[in-house]
Nanobody
Framework: QVQLVESGGGLVQAGGSLRLSCAAS????????MGWFRQAPGKEREFVAA????????YYADSVKGRFTISRDNAKNTVYLQMNSLKPEDTAVYYC??????????????WGQGTQVTVSS
């Protein structure tokens, strides 16, 4: 089993940056692809980014491509989401997820509790 805890959310102005972190516990962290999802008020949860177990094959939603970067450090059992050039429409609760087939299904088997990101105009 994998347990995930997100951190790094907060309030930023449009054009600013944030780095989200997802700390994982469990002995099989490196066996899972990792991803970030978000849910804005009144909207469905949407896929944001994913990365393979090795840190390769990063994949991004069109809405964040070129602005967000996903990475992982297996030695630290941590996944990151660097968010630059933030827009008000990026405002959402961001969730970290782990799943063996996450890169294919764009969904996870394990989820964190979420961290709020608010971007002001």
């Amino acid at each position: 089993q994998v347990q995930l805890v997100e951190s790094g959310g907060g309030l930023v102005q449009a054009g600013g940056s944030l780095r989200l972190s997802c700390a994982a516990s469990g002995r099989t962290f490196s066996s899972y692809a990792m991803g970030w999802f978000r849910q804005a008020p009144g909207k469905e949860r949407e896929f944001v980014a994913a990365v393979s177990w090795s840190g390769g094959n990063p994949y991004y939603a069109d809405s964040v491509k070129g602005r967000f970067t996903i990475s992982r450090d297996n030695a630290k059992n941590t996944v990151y989401l660097q968010m630059n050039s933030l827009k008000p429409e990026d405002t959402a609760v961001y969730y970290c997820a782990a799943g063996r087939l996450l890169l294919f299904t764009r969904s996870g088997d394990y989820w964190g509790q979420g961290t709020q990101v608010t971007v002001s105009s």
